[in-house]
């Protein structure tokens, strides 16, 4: 839902600055570091939108690429928590099994699990 109504405000935000530049035809004086150029605002205008989108889809890409590594490492450290976890489950079963077995008088057999 989010997807749609940024799709929807992109296509409004680019049909007013498509109406805008429409009605600036004229041509301006650009100055460069080098010297100066004649161009129609609507070049102008529709050139620093296009390259304004560039720069913001720029940042968008970086602030997602980051969240996904950020995401991975999360799951990579969820997944040893599970199996340290799972280890520790299998520890307990273990010792409780074994002082069931002393609570009875039966005579204790070492066991060694590593970890």
Do not use: C
């Not at 989010?2 to 049909?15: C, D, E, N, P, T």
């Not at 150029?37 to 720069?55: D, E, M, R, T, Y």
């Not at 602030?63 to 996904?68: A, N, Q, S, T, V």
């Amino acid at each position: 839902m989010k997807v749609q109504w940024s799709l929807i405000a992109g296509m409004i935000f680019a049909i007013l600055i498509a109406i805008f530049a429409i009605a600036n035809v004229d041509k301006v004086a650009v100055n460069y570091l080098f010297g100066t150029a004649q161009w129609p605002l609507i070049l102008i205008i529709l050139g620093s939108a296009f390259f304004g989108a560039i720069i913001s889809i720029s940042f968008s890409m970086v602030k997602i690429y980051g969240g996904r590594r950020k995401y991975s490492q999360l799951e990579h450290t969820l997944k040893q928590r599970e199996d340290m976890v799972a280890m520790q489950q299998e520890k307990i079963q273990h010792l409780q099994s074994e002082v069931a077995r002393l609570e009875k008088g039966k005579p204790a057999q070492i066991e060694v699990i590593e970890e």
